[in-house]
C-alpha cells in the first residue's frame, strides 16, 4: 500500500511538471520571431515620426521583413506608448528605398532602443535584405 500511494503521488507530480513544461514551450513559441533579422555592419540612421512633437533620429540596430529595431539618439520613448502609430523617413541607400514613408507601431520600448513592427512587409526578399545590410555603404 505504501509503494502504491508513492506511485500515485509520482504520477501527479509528473503530471504536473509535464503541464508546466508544455506551458514553458508555448510561451517560447509565442517569442520566437517570425523572420530572420538582420544586423546592420554600417552606421545607418533613419528619422522615426509620430512619437513626440519632432522626428527622432534613430541608429538602425536590425532588420527583417517586418520589423526594426532602433538605438534613439539622444535618449528614449519612455513617454511612447505601446503601439503607437510610427512612420519612418530614410535617405541613405540601400534601405531608402525600402523603409522611406513605411509605417508601422511600437511593439517595444526599452530605454534607449525599441522595436518598430511594420504594417506591411518589406518589398525585397530575405535574401536581397541580407545582401543589402551586410554590404558596404556608398
Partial sequence: VDNMSQSEEFV???????DE?????????????RDDRFP???????????????????RVMDISMKGIRL??????VDAAQQHAP???????????DLLNG?????????????GIELDAPLDTTERDLKRMVTAPLK
Avoid at 546592420?40 to 522626428?55: E, I, K, R, W
Fill in 12 to 18: 501527479t507530480q509528473l503530471a504536473q511538471l509535464s
Fill in 21 to 33: 513544461l508544455k506551458n514553458i514551450v508555448d510561451s517560447m513559441g509565442a517569442e520566437r520571431r
Fill in 40 to 58: 546592420l555592419d554600417t552606421l545607418y540612421t533613419v528619422q522615426l515620426h509620430g512619437l513626440g512633437p519632432s522626428p527622432r533620429v534613430c
Fill in 71 to 76: 538605438e534613439i539618439k539622444g535618449g528614449g
Fill in 86 to 96: 510610427v512612420r519612418i523617413s530614410a535617405e541613405q541607400p540601400p534601405l531608402a
Fill in 102 to 114: 513605411a509605417s508601422g507601431h511600437l511593439a517595444w520600448k526599452d530605454g534607449i532602443f525599441c
